[in-house]
């Protein structure tokens, strides 16, 4: 396993690069839009945002899910994760960041295997209760 840089935006971005050739998913999220701008949420919400939460969940997956061909079941797999925040819209305070990282691993394992996204997506409610052991390894900044 690598650290490998790209850019994008003009911003670099470092990954894990596993053993496959070239990732099974590899995309940009920006987060969901509110009257602030485009939020990316936590999991420690208020009960006015558990909304906001399921919407970022259900973005996550909805990205996910359109990325790849059928639900996948690999043994093991390599995930890494950059966020971009705007200050002003945490209020300028420390970030928590194993808080950001829950739900995005939430609504990347339900893109990735869901047996059939296209219908449970349209639910009021969802489980995000996907396995996510196979998450071997891990990268995140911030």
């Known amino acids: 396993m690598e650290l490998k840089k790209i850019s994008h935006e003009n911003t670099e971005i470092c990954f894990l690069k596993g053993g496959s050739r070239k990732p099974l998913v590899q995309c940009v999220i920006e987060g969901v839009p509110t009257a602030r701008g485009h939020e990316v949420i936590n999991s420690v919400v208020s009960s006015k945002k558990k909304q906001l939460l399921s919407n970022w969940k ?36 420390s ?45 995140f900044e911030r």
């Open 58 to 93: 259900r973005k996550i997956a909805d990205e996910i899910n359109e990325r790849i061909l059928k639900p996948v079941i690999p043994k093991q797999m390599v995930i890494s994760l950059s966020f971009f925040f705007c200050a002003s819209l945490h209020g300028k305070r």
């Open 95 to 139: 970030f928590d960041i194993d808080n950001f990282i829950k739900p995005v691993i939430d609504g990347v394992a339900k893109g990735l295997y869901s047996k059939n996204w296209n219908k449970e997506r349209n639910r009021v409610k969802i489980s995000f209760n996907e396995d996510d052991s196979v998450f071997r390894s891990m990268y």
